[in-house]
T-cell receptor, first 115, second 113 residues
Framework: GAVVSQHPSWVICKSGTSVKIECRSL??????MFWYRQFPKQSLMLMAT?????????EQGVEKDKFLINHASLTLSTLTVTSAHPEDSSFYIC???????????FGPGTRLLVL | AQSVAQPEDQVNVAEGNPLTVKCTYS??????LFWYVQYPNRGLQFLLK??????LVKGSYGFEAEFNKSQTSFHLKKPSALVSDSALYFC???????????FGKGTRLSVIA
């Protein structure tokens, strides 16, 4: 099946620093990737939709200048949390749309803790 | 508005018994329907999907789901539950094209030995 990886799997950083999370589709090309955020015991909240070679589309309430998304190739999308603060601590999950454009495959997630 | 409802926050079932996790949706047109499972501190794993065709869909790990258009439901089922099935289950719908999935709030399944 289609595999999506994320790196790092967890990260601890100081308040004010920036953190970059990578999302890769390992065995397929993904023109569309999605970034989600999940709070404890809650469902996934869509942050943005990323299309290769174009600007990401952000959901309402998500600060595009704080959560920078780059989808430079058909197998890589990155999310950079800029000037992170403790309230940005969360579980971030990426997802890639498979070749059939039917199924979204999810990465294992990245847990971010901002001190 | 498009939405997915999972009416049960928690489902408890004894090992070996059949299990059902309920899902209903409200989406216009002919949506794509999905079930995913999430284990602690992990991403979502794809279980099965309904796009078109036979209303009964079989997926991974012995799970199946039945699409019922008149009731706008897509309940997840398994004939015999395992303790290892204990996890968080999400129902999701894609309204059309390459639009992102709309998720239910999730149902925590606990299988008791």
């Amino acid at each position: 099946g289609a595999v999506v990886s994320q790196h790092p799997s967890w990260v601890i950083c100081k308040s004010g620093t920036s953190v970059k999370i990578e999302c890769r589709s390992l065995d397929f090309q993904a023109t569309t990737m999605f970034w989600y955020r999940q709070f404890p015991k809650q469902s996934l909240m869509l942050m943005a939709t990323s299309n290769e070679g174009s600007k990401a589309t952000y959901e309402q309430g998500v600060e595009k200048d704080k959560f920078l998304i780059n989808h430079a190739s058909l197998t890589l999308s990155t999310l950079t949390v800029t000037s992170a603060h403790p309230e940005d601590s969360s579980f971030y999950i990426c997802s890639a749309l498979g070749l059939s454009q039917e199924t979204q495959y999810f990465g294992p997630g990245t847990r971010l803790l901002v001190l | 508005a498009q939405s997915v409802a999972q009416p049960e926050d928690q489902v408890n079932v004894a090992e070996g018994n059949p299990l059902t996790v309920k899902c209903t949706y409200s989406v216009s047109g002919n949506p794509y329907l999905f079930w995913y499972v999430q284990y602690p501190n992990r991403g979502l794993q794809f279980l099965l999907k309904y796009i078109t065709g036979d209303n009964l869909v079989k997926g991974s790990y012995g799970f199946e789901a039945e699409f019922n258009k008149s009731q706008t439901s897509f309940h997840l089922k398994k004939p015999s539950a395992l303790v290892s099935d204990s996890a968080l289950y999400f129902c999701a719908v894609r309204p059309s094209g390459n639009t992102p999935l709309v998720f239910g709030k999730g149902t925590r399944l606990s299988v008791i030995a």
